[in-house]
Protein backbone atom coordinates (compact mmCIF):
# COMPACT_ATOMS: atom_id res chain seq x y z
CA UNK A 1 0.00 0.00 0.00
CA UNK A 2 1.35 3.38 -1.17
CA UNK A 3 1.89 5.82 1.93
CA UNK A 4 3.11 9.00 2.65
CA UNK A 5 6.67 8.45 3.35
CA UNK A 6 7.37 11.85 4.84
CA UNK A 7 4.97 11.91 7.19
CA UNK A 8 5.78 8.34 8.55
CA UNK A 9 9.38 9.14 8.76
CA UNK A 10 8.08 12.24 10.68
CA UNK A 11 6.04 10.70 12.82
CA UNK A 12 8.63 7.45 13.70
CA UNK A 13 11.48 9.93 14.44
CA UNK A 14 9.04 11.92 17.24
CA UNK A 15 8.14 8.45 18.61
CA UNK A 16 11.12 7.18 19.17
CA UNK A 17 13.45 9.81 19.73
CA UNK A 18 11.93 12.44 21.98
CA UNK A 19 14.09 15.23 22.25
CA UNK A 20 15.21 17.87 24.75
CA UNK A 21 14.36 21.30 24.95
CA UNK A 22 16.22 23.13 22.41
CA UNK A 23 17.15 19.83 20.20
CA UNK A 24 15.76 18.70 17.50
CA UNK A 25 16.49 16.27 14.42
CA UNK A 26 15.72 18.32 11.25
CA UNK A 27 14.03 16.18 8.28
CA UNK A 28 13.49 18.27 5.04
CA UNK A 29 12.42 16.93 1.55
CA UNK A 30 14.24 17.54 -1.40
CA UNK A 31 11.99 16.95 -4.84
CA UNK A 32 8.52 16.70 -5.43
CA UNK A 33 6.45 14.55 -2.54
CA UNK A 34 5.63 11.14 -3.85
CA UNK A 35 3.78 8.62 -2.26
CA UNK A 36 6.05 5.10 -2.01
CA UNK A 37 4.90 1.36 -1.06
CA UNK A 38 7.46 0.74 1.67
CA UNK A 39 7.24 -1.63 4.28
CA UNK A 40 5.98 0.54 7.24
CA UNK A 41 8.22 -2.38 9.44
CA UNK A 42 11.18 -2.87 7.44
CA UNK A 43 11.17 1.34 7.24
CA UNK A 44 10.53 1.47 10.67
CA UNK A 45 13.25 -0.72 11.84
CA UNK A 46 15.74 0.94 9.10
CA UNK A 47 15.33 4.43 10.82
CA UNK A 48 15.70 3.50 14.71
CA UNK A 49 19.07 1.77 13.71
CA UNK A 50 20.27 4.63 11.17
CA UNK A 51 19.12 7.58 13.53
CA UNK A 52 20.03 5.68 16.92
CA UNK A 53 23.56 5.10 15.45
CA UNK A 54 23.64 8.67 14.36
CA UNK A 55 22.86 10.31 18.14
CA UNK A 56 24.62 7.17 19.71
CA UNK A 57 27.94 8.17 17.70
CA UNK A 58 27.50 11.93 18.04
CA UNK A 59 29.09 13.84 20.77
CA UNK A 60 27.90 16.20 23.25
CA UNK A 61 27.86 19.54 22.01
CA UNK A 62 28.13 18.43 18.24
CA UNK A 63 25.28 19.46 15.81
CA UNK A 64 22.51 17.24 15.51
CA UNK A 65 21.51 14.57 13.08
CA UNK A 66 19.37 15.63 9.90
CA UNK A 67 17.20 13.37 7.96
CA UNK A 68 16.37 13.95 4.09
CA UNK A 69 14.03 12.70 2.22
CA UNK A 70 14.69 12.97 -1.81
CA UNK A 71 12.49 12.00 -4.80
CA UNK A 72 13.89 12.40 -8.06
CA UNK A 73 13.04 11.59 -11.83
CA UNK A 74 13.84 7.67 -10.89
CA UNK A 75 11.79 4.95 -9.76
CA UNK A 76 13.21 5.32 -6.14
CA UNK A 77 13.17 7.31 -2.72
CA UNK A 78 16.22 8.17 -0.75
CA UNK A 79 16.26 8.41 3.43
CA UNK A 80 19.81 9.87 4.09
CA UNK A 81 20.56 10.25 7.61
CA UNK A 82 24.14 12.38 8.51
CA UNK A 83 25.30 13.14 11.70
CA UNK A 84 28.46 15.33 12.78
CA UNK A 85 29.59 12.18 15.05
CA UNK A 86 32.73 10.53 15.97
CA UNK A 87 33.46 8.79 12.24
CA UNK A 88 34.22 5.41 11.39
CA UNK A 89 38.20 5.21 10.46
CA UNK A 90 38.49 4.39 6.86
CA UNK A 91 40.82 1.62 7.59
CA UNK A 92 37.68 -0.18 9.01
CA UNK A 93 35.14 0.76 6.71
CA UNK A 94 35.19 -2.27 4.90
CA UNK A 95 34.34 -4.32 8.02
CA UNK A 96 31.09 -2.03 8.81
CA UNK A 97 28.37 -4.52 7.99
CA UNK A 98 30.09 -7.54 9.49
CA UNK A 99 28.15 -9.25 12.56
CA UNK A 100 29.67 -8.14 15.59
CA UNK A 101 31.88 -5.06 14.29
CA UNK A 102 32.43 -2.42 16.74
CA UNK A 103 34.89 0.76 15.60
CA UNK A 104 38.36 0.80 17.41
CA UNK A 105 37.15 4.50 18.12
CA UNK A 106 33.70 3.89 20.20
CA UNK A 107 35.37 4.32 23.29
CA UNK A 108 32.58 3.43 26.23
CA UNK A 109 29.59 3.69 23.56
CA UNK A 110 27.63 0.66 24.18
CA UNK A 111 26.71 -1.98 21.14
CA UNK A 112 26.22 -5.27 20.01
CA UNK A 113 27.39 -4.63 16.58
CA UNK A 114 24.70 -6.45 14.71
CA UNK A 115 22.38 -3.10 14.01
CA UNK A 116 23.93 -2.05 10.47
CA UNK A 117 23.79 -6.12 9.32
CA UNK A 118 20.01 -6.28 10.16
CA UNK A 119 19.78 -2.94 8.04
CA UNK A 120 21.59 -4.04 5.20
CA UNK A 121 19.85 -7.35 4.82
CA UNK A 122 16.34 -5.27 5.20
CA UNK A 123 17.22 -3.14 2.79
CA UNK A 124 18.41 -6.02 0.76
CA UNK A 125 15.19 -7.97 1.06
CA UNK A 126 13.02 -4.09 -0.31
CA UNK A 127 15.11 -4.21 -3.77
CA UNK A 128 17.16 -1.23 -2.63
CA UNK A 129 20.73 -0.43 -1.89
CA UNK A 130 22.02 1.06 0.78
CA UNK A 131 25.46 3.33 1.24
CA UNK A 132 27.42 5.94 3.73
CA UNK A 133 30.36 8.34 3.46
CA UNK A 134 32.30 8.77 6.82
CA UNK A 135 35.26 10.76 8.03
CA UNK A 136 36.79 10.49 11.32
CA UNK A 137 36.15 14.08 13.19
CA UNK A 138 33.59 14.97 10.53
CA UNK A 139 30.68 12.79 10.67
CA UNK A 140 29.01 9.80 8.67
CA UNK A 141 26.51 9.97 6.07
CA UNK A 142 24.00 6.73 5.05
CA UNK A 143 21.79 6.70 2.44
CA UNK A 144 19.28 4.54 1.38
CA UNK A 145 17.51 3.98 -1.78
CA UNK A 146 14.43 2.42 -1.55
CA UNK A 147 11.64 1.26 -4.79
CA UNK A 148 8.42 3.52 -4.55
CA UNK A 149 6.82 0.31 -6.40
CA UNK A 150 7.48 -2.41 -3.61
CA UNK A 151 8.56 -5.62 -4.97
CA UNK A 152 6.07 -7.01 -2.63
CA UNK A 153 6.27 -10.58 -3.29
CA UNK A 154 9.65 -10.85 -2.27
CA UNK A 155 8.32 -9.67 1.09
CA UNK A 156 5.46 -12.21 1.84
CA UNK A 157 7.29 -15.43 2.04
P1 LIG B 1 23.69 -2.31 17.71
O1 LIG B 1 23.70 -3.73 17.26
O2 LIG B 1 23.04 -2.09 19.01
O3 LIG B 1 23.18 -1.39 16.63
P2 LIG B 1 26.20 -1.01 17.19
O4 LIG B 1 25.61 0.35 17.09
O5 LIG B 1 27.54 -1.13 17.79
O6 LIG B 1 25.23 -1.97 18.00
P3 LIG B 1 25.98 -1.19 14.31
O7 LIG B 1 24.82 -0.28 14.29
O8 LIG B 1 25.94 -2.40 13.44
O9 LIG B 1 26.28 -1.72 15.78
O10 LIG B 1 27.28 -0.38 13.93
C1 LIG B 1 28.53 -1.07 13.86
C2 LIG B 1 29.65 -0.14 14.27
O11 LIG B 1 29.80 0.86 13.26
C3 LIG B 1 29.41 0.64 15.54
O12 LIG B 1 29.79 -0.08 16.68
C4 LIG B 1 30.28 1.87 15.32
O13 LIG B 1 31.62 1.55 15.60
C5 LIG B 1 30.15 2.10 13.84
N1 LIG B 1 29.08 3.08 13.49
C6 LIG B 1 27.85 2.81 13.04
N2 LIG B 1 27.16 3.94 12.78
C7 LIG B 1 28.00 4.95 13.10
C8 LIG B 1 27.87 6.37 13.03
N3 LIG B 1 26.76 6.97 12.63
N4 LIG B 1 28.95 7.11 13.43
C9 LIG B 1 30.09 6.50 13.84
N5 LIG B 1 30.26 5.17 13.92
C10 LIG B 1 29.23 4.41 13.55
MG1 LIG C 1 23.67 0.49 15.97
Redesign the pocket.
Known amino acids: VAMDVVEFVSQQIDNFFPMQEGEEIKISVQGVKKEADTDPDILKHILT ?1 LVG ?2 L ?2 SEEGSSNPEVKIKFGEGDNWVLEVK ?1 Y ?4 PIEEQNK ?1 FSAF ?3 SN ?1 GDIQ ?7 IVKELVKMHRGSLTFK ?1 SVGEG ?1 TFWVQLPLKSPKRDLDH
Request: net charge positive; aromatic share 8%; no cysteine.
Open positions: NNAKYDGIGILYRAVGTGLGLMST
